[in-house]
């Protein structure tokens, strides 16, 4: 059942077919196998001098076996096919001394993605020159150290990367599929002394064409990096926090985390027994769409040949699906959601892909207007969630809020809660822009403990 994308390299579909055939002809029940080829450049500068221009080119070979309920997964990145016997051989090895695993197995024939494969446009044919990527760096941080304030750069940052994905199965399945990313950054330093902030800005695409552009880049680092001089350390208080869209998207990713196959089949989810239930205020839809036009993410079907859709995880606060591979679906007794991902060297995972709450309805000045003191963060550091629990505590800076309004940068603070009261008490607002793998809009969570002073 083939689902191949124009202008990919059919050697790789060649290459893992003899494979394959080299595995079942070894004593394998069934196979799959995975061939990626990248390439990328980059160029980093600091100060103006260059600090590295490096360009790279890579493949990888993952072959994964099963033996009754035994499997084995085995990688290389030697493609010579006189080296395949060994790589099959050794995969073969492996799977007769591993453990039984009763949930493993390729999808059924009916199961397999149809071949009509959606339009993605995730592939800029147009690779850019080094004196390209110079020319994208230097403007961004020459634009952002013109700023007054800026009194020092960590340097700025221009690539070009791209990924060639081909997947075949002994259970007749094969695709590919190509993606592309162009990308930017910059970070700076403000103030002198003691007294100095940095902050940063970037902008990541698929095509060059959609790129912020490289001035607005480094004078929005400058910009941020201005505005946190001379930090406070707020009050210790219960009251609203209100995240920045380069922070509040970390919410979608949690959610996503708590529902995840895996850790539900495992009970170790704060949200294992939430499945339509609400877990979340009326109004708040998060959505996952693999088949983003020029997503970040993007892909025509998932890792094990199954069909991928837009799907609503969470809508109008209902929990809808849990995030499931075949694997993970076995387990409990449901049908994958086309959320298989995987690598060379691992068996497919459940995985999302192009993440987004939707914008809420109000504008962000009206999120804020009625708190009369709390915390707006723009940046977080830690990784104090647990997953099993729900409990939360990171660290976090940004500004405080006084009578509806920002006022004054503030530091080292720490911001806590359980994710399931803090999901119930999530207001979205609506300035939505679809830019990364994962985005959300500026947000604000009631009733947080919060650490400072």
């Not at 070979?61 to 099963?66: D, I, K, Q, S």
Request: glycine residues 8%; contains cysteine.
């Amino acid at each position: 059942m083939p689902a191949s994308n124009n202008d990919n390299n059919d050697n790789n579909l060649d290459l893992l077919d003899i494979l394959i055939k080299k595995a079942l002809k070894s004593g394998a029940d069934s196979a799959d196998a995975v061939a990626i080829n990248a390439r990328s450049i980059s160029h980093a500068q600091r100060l103006g001098k260059m600090e590295n221009l490096e360009s790279s080119e890579s493949q990888d070979l993952g072959l994964r076996v099963m033996i009754g309920k035994k499997q084995a997964i085995v990688s290389s990145n030697d493609w010579n096919k006189d080296r395949l016997d060994d790589l099959v051989n050794q995969a073969i090895s492996m799977a007769k001394s591993v453990p039984e695993d009763e949930y493993i197995g390729l999808a059924e024939t009916n199961q397999l993605h149809d071949g009509n494969l959606p339009e993605l446009d995730s592939f800029d044919m147009v690779e850019p020159t080094a004196d390209i990527l110079i020319e994208r760096a230097k403007i961004a941080e020459n634009a952002a150290l013109e700023m007054d304030g800026i009194t020092n750069s960590e340097g700025a940052e221009a690539s070009w990367d791209s990924w060639d994905v081909s997947i075949m199965a002994s259970n007749g399945f094969s695709g590919q599929y190509r993606n592309s990313n162009h990308s930017i950054s910059a970070m700076v330093l403000a103030g002198e002394g003691v007294n100095m902030e940095s902050d940063y800005d970037y902008s990541s695409c698929v095509y060059a064409e959609d790129l912020k552009d490289c001035a607005a880049i480094g004078k929005d680092a400058a910009t941020r990096a201005i505005a946190k001089l001379n930090p406070r350390k707020g009050i210790t208080t219960r009251s609203s926090v209100v995240f920045d869209p380069r922070v509040s998207g970390g919410f979608a990713r949690h959610l996503t985390s708590a529902i995840n196959g895996n850790s539900i089949a495992k009970g170790t989810s704060f949200l294992k027994d939430s499945l339509n239930k609400r877990v979340m205020r009326n109004g708040v839809n998060l959505v996952e769409d693999p088949h983003r036009i020029r997503g970040l993410s993007s892909k025509p079907f998932d890792a094990e040949g199954l069909a991928n859709r837009r799907k609503i995880l969470i809508d109008d606060g209902i929990l809808t699906t849990w995030v499931l591979d075949l694997r993970s679906a076995r387990q409990l007794g449901m049908q994958s959601t086309g959320n298989a991902s995987r690598g060379t060297s691992s068996p497919p995972s459940p995985s999302v892909s192009n993440l987004y709450f939707e914008n809420g309805d109000m504008s962000v000045k009206d999120l804020i207007s009625d708190i009369k003191s709390g915390f707006y963060v723009t940046s977080m550091m830690g990784m104090g969630v647990n997953m099993i629990t729900g409990d939360y505590s990171r660290g976090a800076s940004g500004f405080w809020i006084e009578d509806g309004k920002i006022s004054y940068a503030v530091s080292e603070m720490t911001i806590a809660g359980n994710l399931k009261d803090m999901f119930m008490q999530m207001h979205l607002a609506n300035d939505l822009k679809l830019e990364h793998a994962t985005d959300a809009p500026t947000l604000r969570i009631d009733d947080m403990t919060i650490a400072g002073i």
